[in-house]
């Protein structure tokens, strides 16, 4: 067989790729070492991080270019062989710039030519965005609960999506043009949460506090419900039209249907709740609609009316707040623009808003309130913060005003309107995560009615920190304790300006009797064994953060000694006071003693905490 | 294995035969002449055919009775009927399986004062009474208020809600419906009703017939719901079916259900609740689930309770719902399981009660289930199904857990199933409950497919007697220490009484027989007995302390003996209550009729003062008087013995008449070791006064007496 030479063998091998190539590709000149020109643009110039860079490159070449590969950094990104050429580069986490992405242009000789461009990475920060207007936000995992630090922010609308990340106080501040926004929280451990329906005017906004509560199980989906809102006209439900508010008449009242639908059926929805003046959650921060769902459903639509007291006295241009839970905590809130005409004006006369107070009272349990108010107030994981507001805004025969506006400042100089209650209301309760121990808050009341309106004097409280009972003695399950013990206990912190405790012994789980020591369980009466450390109960010690009281000083215990061989339990009730009473911290209290509240089973305000269960010897 | 009550027996010989038994005293000073009092019938036997003066029992207005019914709990029941006629009450309910009868009392009388007059001394054929007016809660949970309307379309799912039961995967229940799934096991649902008709519980053969203990009728299985969501609830996490193309599926979807319904809203007192747990027990369930408490302690309960785990029936009862280490309802008892809830990702659910008292945990929040929504009327209320939650869901989980257990072995003993879905269970990952498992129902049930089963408990009943008529004392308490590590360092706490001390319930005393343990983990214990409650009958506070090795599948029977005065607590005409130490507050035994003394009762006294706190009190030694009616031309003679018996006093006996002039006075007798003998014939029918007084300075502990009375 005659050989074939090399260089034949090659231009046959070119002529049969070429012919299985397809009929635009250049075929080589023999020779060819023309390299191809390129240039590269990436945008934007500056990315968040996590964000997303589009390359666009153009390349020629003098016999034809085959591809552009794009690369960032020696990382291939992508190639594409047809103009336009573009690649598009989504950084992935712990991408930081500056950034330098490549575009090289290839021939089919194997010339190549390579541009470049850099970008830079924005680091996340708690400023999501960099529009004209200012939204202050603050994250909490429940009204009146911890703040959440470290979650990641996505806001969506016009100018495309930002990103940001709650700072170590759970605060962040959205920097966005005014417009409608859609703003998601995730975070490890964390259900979803979302605002579909955040509407940003020009200048400061009020400030946004949101809550992204605790996933009830990191095993379970945590993507936020889909929520539907429509009016009702008659029976018929219908759209709200973006571009005009939907007007309501106050005497007809606001009816609306809502679905709400887990997004995987491992969950079910729970809650929905509807209202206005004010994000509706938990009753115990203000009157609203709830409808609950049999969990059967996976979607759940309800019917709701709010009207009278559910109104608050809200009238005008104002806003219409949904917001939908499911079983696994994930959260959806949607704000729709409405307007309540008010056609029965309320012209009742009115009076002065008297016995205006506010108290911020602490506990250190944590009772995870479903409240659109988000406190990163509340000073620990296993705590809840809130304020108590109450006043005298007397009704007569004439009626009782429309409603009431409740202004916030923490400065005592601008006032903005936190929520509105309806006029029938005497107390008002802020859970808000702008609450901050140790930072006052000022409040004014607002009454009104359709055309005027009578504030109350300002308002002032500085929250307490929580604090624990440590180290109670006699211990739990100790034995052979004494007949005539000494009790101790030490406080995890000395808050507030005096320290209460109301010392129990109890004949309990034994039983000869509940109140061997201290009547309250019998009596309802906290006045006997109360100690305070101000120096009115010299019986009681106290060195540092360590207090000590005899069994018995106060001779009034059924008997002078417990009885022998027999179990009994050591409770206390205990709280922290400012001077002035303006402010209260619960340690614990089964039994009111401090505030009136059944937050447990069978108990009051603050079960959490110590009790001991000992049994004496024989002396 | 089948233990039955063997106190009963034991009992019987020391209150029936109304002998003494125990002459032989505690105290070793001087070695006693032998002395034989045996012979002798007891006070406290004639009491119990003769009653307290129905006048001790009328209403004053201070008792604050939440009910007319009295609880007596009886060694014969003849005594009951003597008590009902005595009283003109209606025998209200009676339970021969505890002993225990429910007598309605006439508006007049108090429930709490007859129970204390009646406690007072001993009663030949009461064991003890007690008021019913123990109050229990059924735990709260949120309910709907409006319900979703829509009905969204079921695929076509064998349990198409079980994609939601993230409770059930939790367990690992959705892994073990090969192994077992309760099948044949009946389960008591101790709560309120739940609904017979709900689709996914309804079937043939899985719901028996049980009790409504409010009115005694039974609930058979085509009857409607009466009311009440919180029965239903716990009926599906136990046993909701499997695949029948409805709902989810519960731990033992094969399980058989059994309504005991104590809420119907309000709780059905403590008597009809025993009631409810006999019948259960008697109608062959074999777990009796208890979600509901709040109560503490009470002895006719723990009688009940004592029942089911003598017959081999495991108790589940919820841990509460307040936060704390507290102890709530039936799960606390010893032998009971104690549950916990746990909520997500194995962490403790925010509510539940912690602390050693706790067994085992299981998932208590979030959990679907057929908690229907009661505001539903039928068909839709039996389609319905809610979010159930607190200790209340996880008990449930562990009595479907127990069903499964016994399903695969019914020979398990209720300790056993407690420990081994303790010891199965995975670890809690909250930091409060370290230590402590969330169950895991395949492993437990494939431990038991393997044989591993631990070994059985032990159990330990406990009476104390009082030295002289071995009349059972009250309100003794009685713990067993573990001295190895046993029950996670617990004591087993006990009482042989429930005796309440004056300042919280005013009167009311409630005595009872022995202690009793069922389910103690083997081991070594230190017994303490304390003396009697110086609330109860008063005395210096003896504590006797033992040691005892309580072994696997054994039963200990331990007796003691204290020193205790039943007569020292008196009231004088106007009704003011103190101590016999005058002849104006003598102890009045007249009502007994003479007859009664012919051939002489026997009872002991104590020279104590420290007895009685809440009498006024008393400067001086402690004297003694008791009043009695003699006849025209009868014989009054008292003995009285203290020296002889080894008692560091020396009694001294005199004979007052009426006005307290004394009459004649005691001589002793070496002879027959009596310190005192002192005779009167009585010229005129009336009452006199015994005086006892004592010769020594020796008082409290140690200065016990014993006197014969006889009138002929």
């Known amino acids: 067989m005659k050989r074939s030479s090399p260089l034949a063998l090659l231009a046959l091998t070119g002529l049969l790729l070429t012919a299985c190539g397809g009929s635009d590709t250049p075929q080589p000149q023999p020779g060819d070492t023309t390299k191809p020109t390129v240039t590269l643009t990436a945008a934007p110039k500056t990315v968040q991080a996590g964000g997303t860079v589009t390359l666009t490159a153009t390349a020629d070449d003098n016999v034809g270019v085959i591809k552009v590969s794009f690369y960032r950094g020696s990382t291939l990104i992508s190639e594409d062989t047809a103009d336009p050429y573009t690649a598009t580069d989504t950084l992935g986490a712990g991408i930081g710039g500056p950034l330098t992405y490549r575009a090289v242009a290839s021939d089919a000789a194997g010339n190549t030519a390579e541009a470049t461009d850099s970008v830079t990475v924005n680091q996340v920060t708690s400023t999501v965005g960099s529009g004209s207007a200012t939204v202050p936000g603050y994250l909490a995992n429940s009204q009146g609960g911890a ?62 506090q949101t809550i992204q509560k605790n996933a009830f199980a990191t095993t379970l989906p945590t993507t936020a419900p889909a929520v539907s809102v429509k009016q009702l006209v008659g029976a018929d439900a219908k759209d709200f039209d973006p571009a005009k508010p939907a007007e309501f008449k106050a005497s007809a009242g606001v009816p609306v249907q809502v679905t709400n639908t887990a997004t995987n059926a491992q969950n079910s929805p729970v809650y929905t709740y509807v209202g206005v003046g004010g994000v509706p959650g938990a009753g115990f921060f203000g009157t609203r609609a709830i409808a609950t769902n049999d969990p059967k459903n996976t979607s759940f639509t309800t019917t709701v009316t709010l009207a009278k007291n559910s109104l608050r006295g809200v009238r005008g241009p104002t806003q219409l707040y949904v917001v939908a839970y499911d079983s696994n905590e994930n959260r959806t809130e949607v704000r729709v623009p409405i307007v309540i005409t008010d056609d029965q004006p309320n012209d009742t006369p009115l009076a002065s808003v008297r016995d205006a107070k506010a108290r911020a009272v602490t506990i250190a349990q944590k009772v995870g309130f479903n409240s659109p108010i988000r ?167 106290n060195t540092g953060n360590s207090y000590s009281v005899a069994f018995n000083v106060n001779k009034t215990a059924l008997l002078p000694a417990l009885e022998s061989n027999h179990a009994y339990t050591l409770d206390f009730s205990a709280a922290a006071y400012s001077k002035s009473g303006d402010a209260v911290s619960i340690a614990q209290d089964y039994h009111k003693v401090f505030y009136d509240l059944d937050l447990c089973n069978f108990g009051g305000p603050v079960c959490e905490g110590q009790v001991s269960n000992f049994t004496t010897g024989d002396k | 294995m089948n233990r039955r009550l063997v106190f009963g027996a034991l009992s019987a010989a020391l209150l029936l035969a109304g002998c003494n038994t125990a002459s032989t005293p505690q105290t070793t000073t001087a070695t006693p002449p032998k002395l034989d009092l045996s012979s002798y019938r007891t006070l406290g036997s004639a009491l119990g055919q003769t009653l307290p003066p129905v006048s001790s029992m009328l209403k004053t207005g201070q008792e604050g009775d939440s009910s007319q019914e009295l609880v007596i709990a009886y060694q014969d029941r003849a005594f009951v009927d003597r008590l009902a006629a005595h009283l003109s009450a209606r025998v209200g309910g009676d339970l021969p399986q505890l002993g225990l009868a429910l007598l309605a009392l006439p508006e007049q009388y108090s429930a709490k004062r007859a129970a204390a007059a009646l406690s007072l001394s001993p009663h030949s054929g009461l064991r003890f009474a007690e008021a019913n007016n123990y109050d229990a809660k059924l735990p709260e949970i949120p309910q709907s208020s409006e319900a979703g309307s829509k009905l969204s379309a079921q695929a076509t799912d064998p349990d198409p809600l079980s994609i939601k039961q993230w409770w059930i995967a939790q367990v690992s229940a959705d892994k073990v419906r090969d192994l077992a799934t309760g099948k044949g096991v009946i389960v008591g649902v101790v709560d309120d009703d739940f609904d017979r008709q709900h689709e996914d519980l309804k079937a043939a053969g899985k719901i028996v017939t049980g009790i409504d203990t409010s009115t005694g009728k039974e609930l058979t299985p085509d009857m409607p719901l009466t009311n009440g969501a919180h029965g239903s609830g716990s009926a599906g996490t136990i046993a909701e079916r499997l695949g029948n193309g409805v709902g989810g599926a519960g731990i033992a979807p094969d399980a058989i ?70 102890m709530s309802g039936p799960g606390a008892y010893t032998g009971a399981i104690n549950v916990g809830a746990s909520a997500g990702d194995d962490m403790k659910a925010n509510f539940s009660n912690i602390g050693l008292r706790n067994d085992i945990y299981a998932p208590g929040d979030n959990g679907l289930t057929t908690y229907i929504n009661a505001g539903l009327k039928s068909p839709e209320r039996e389609q319905s199904y809610g979010l159930f939650n607190g200790t209340s869901m996880a008990a449930p989980v562990i009595s479907g857990a127990a069903a499964l257990l016994l399903e695969v072995n019914p020979k398990l003993t209720p300790y056993q199933v407690k420990k081994i879905l303790a010891a199965t269970g995975d670890p809690m990952k909250d930091p409060r409950t370290q230590g402590f498992n969330r169950v895991n129902v395949l492993k437990a049930v494939q431990a038991v497919k393997a044989g591993q089963i631990p070994a059985d408990g032990g159990s330990v009943e406990v009476v104390v007697v009082d030295k002289a008529e071995a009349s059972p004392i009250t309100g003794t308490d009685v713990n067993l220490v573990p001295l190895d590590g046993q029950n996670r360092g617990m004591p087993y706490l006990g009482r042989t009484g429930n005796g309440r001390l004056a300042a919280s319930l005013p009167g009311a005393f409630d005595p009872s027989g022995a202690a009793r343990f069922f389910g103690v983990e083997p081991g070594r214990y230190r017994v303490t007995v304390a003396g009697p409650s110086v609330n109860v009958f008063g005395g210096t506070r003896d504590n006797i302390v033992g040691e005892i090795n309580v072994q696997s599948g054994k039963n200990q029977q331990l007796s003691y003996t204290h020193q205790v005065d039943f007569y020292e607590y008196s009231q004088d005409a106007k009704g003011n209550d103190g101590r016999n130490n005058t002849p104006a507050l003598a102890t009045d035994l007249t009502f007994i009729p003479a007859s009664a003394f012919a051939q002489g009762l026997l009872f002991g006294g104590t020279f104590d003062n420290a007895n009685y706190v809440y009498a006024p009190p008393t400067t001086g030694k402690d004297v003694d008087h008791l009043k009695f009616a003699v006849g025209a031309g009868q014989t009054l003679t008292v003995e009285a013995l203290a020296r002889a018996l080894g008692s560091s006093a020396v009694v001294q006996a005199d004979l007052l008449d009426a006005s307290g002039a004394v009459v004649a006075t005691g001589k002793p007798s070496a002879a027959t070791g009596r310190d005192s003998v002192v005779s009167f014939k009585a010229p005129a029918k009336g009452n006199y006064i015994v005086r006892f007084s004592n010769q020594t300075a020796n008082e409290g502990l140690g200065a016990f007496y014993t006197s014969i009375v006889a009138i002929k």
Not at chain 1, 417 to 430: E, I, L
Not at chain 1, 461 to 476: A, H, Q, V
Request: glycine content about 12%; hydrophobic content about 35%; charged content about 15%.
């Open chain 1, 147 to 208: 703040v959440v630090p470290g979650s990641a922010i996505t806001v969506q609308g016009p100018g495309g999506t930002q990103n940001g990340v709650t700072d170590a106080r759970g605060q962040f501040t959205l920097k966005l043009d005014p417009g409608t926004y859609s703003i998601e929280f995730k975070k490890a451990g964390y259900a979803a949460s979302r605002i579909e329906g955040f509407k940003v005017v020009a200048g400061t906004n009020e400030t946004l």
């Open chain 2, 257 to 326: 259900l059994m309504p005991v319904r104590i809420f119907s809203p309000g709780f059905s007192g403590s008597f009809n609740v025993a009631r409810g747990l006999v019948y259960a027990v008697d109608h062959g369930a074999q777990v009796l689930n208890n979600s509901w408490g709040g109560g503490g302690y009470t002895q006719i309960i723990k009688e009940a309770v004592d029942y089911a785990l003598s017959k081999n029936v495991v108790v589940v009862g919820s841990a509460g719902n307040d936060y704390r280490a507290q």
């Open chain 1, 375 to 541: 406190p990163t107030g509340a000073p620990t994981e296993m705590s809840t913060l809130w304020v108590d507001l109450t006043w005298n805004a007397p009704s007569g025969v004439l009626g009782g005003p429309l409603g009431a506006r409740i202004w916030k400042s923490d400065d005592n100089k601008t006032f903005m309107v936190y929520k509105t209650v309806q006029g029938t209301a005497s107390t008002a309760r802020d859970g808000s995560a702008s609450l901050e121990v140790g930072k006052p808050v000022y409040y004014q009341i607002e009454v009104f009615n359709s055309t005027q309106s009578v504030r109350s004097d300002v308002l002032q409280t500085t929250p307490l920190d929580s604090f624990t009972l440590t180290n109670i003695k006699p211990s739990e399950n100790s034995t052979g304790v004494s007949r005539t013990p000494t009790i101790s206990w030490d406080v995890s912190k000395k808050v507030g300006d005096v320290r209460n405790f109301y010392v129990m012994v109890n004949d309990y789980p034994q039983q000869s009797a509940n109140c061997f020591w201290g009547d309250l369980l019998c009596s309802g009466e906290a006045t006997d064994n109360m100690f305070t450390d101000d120096g009115k109960t010299p019986a009681l010690m």
